[in-house]
């Protein structure tokens, strides 16, 4: 039998439909009722939810949810809903029930996250949408759901010029939720860029020799391909180029020479990158494991380096 870390498995989430007797309120809070796509709560529950929890959208006489935001309040706020309001929203939207926990983990960490559209959009904890500015913008995929790189890409870019963070929340099959922070980053390095002519960092030392790998070969032989024209990219930034395949990656990217530091960046190519989150999930998972941001070089106008971080809701 294989050995683990000891201990007991951790207890799963269930997250069970019925109200819990822990905390409930004296008087039982009222059904949300239909109104116009959305789920309608009066006052003066709704009065509570909003200023407390930032809930819903505030209308004549109470707050207007979304479906994910029910769940939340059903969940966490003693708010009942019936066996059938579930069933009709599964046979609405089949994903729902992945949706509605991925909201439920984006909020575990007491900050505020409000639906908007497509994007979920998050405060602090001890701020308010009432108050200032939002930091994050959140979406939610499957694990199994192919990637779209670029459309990625023009999000973060899109987020990080407004000056707010971007945030994904992955579910698995066991709606389990992983969440990533995404960041456009701008490697630069300390390094002297190698020329065709002088390049003591290029190649790897051994039995009295440098051995240059094949990739240095073209570089340095001027071939063009879209992995010289990174390597060229990278080179003018001061980074030098190690292997990769120990770590699942095209390269190990230094930002000094290799005997003064670690390497900070595992870096692949969006050509050689994975399909979709599983994969993601495990490439990040790896390089996180030896202290490494995991980076994906994208080429649109020009080469653009998109970072993935897990990411703990309230840290």
Known sequence: MAGGRGGKPRVRETRNLGLKSEGA???QNPEPISSDGMWFIPEPLSNRLHQKSAIGITVEGGILLSPEEVMFCHWHRHVPISENWFSERVAEDETFPYRAVAFDVSRSGGEKVVPRDSEW???ARDSHPNKGSFEAKIIWARAAEELNYLDLLTWVQENQEGNCLSEIAIVDDEMDVTMYRLSKIDPVGSLTPATKEKHPHLGTEQMS??????DEKSWLSGEDNQVTRL?????SRGLLMRPGFKYGCRWRVYATPVDEDHAPWLMQMVEDSPKNWEGICLSVRLAEGVNKGWVIAIFREGWNFLMFRRHLPGR
């Open 209 to 214: 020799r440098r051995f240059l790998r094949e």
């Open 25 to 27: 309120p004296s008087k």
């Open 231 to 235: 390597f060229t990219e990278l080179n």
């Open 121 to 123: 959009f998050r405060w």
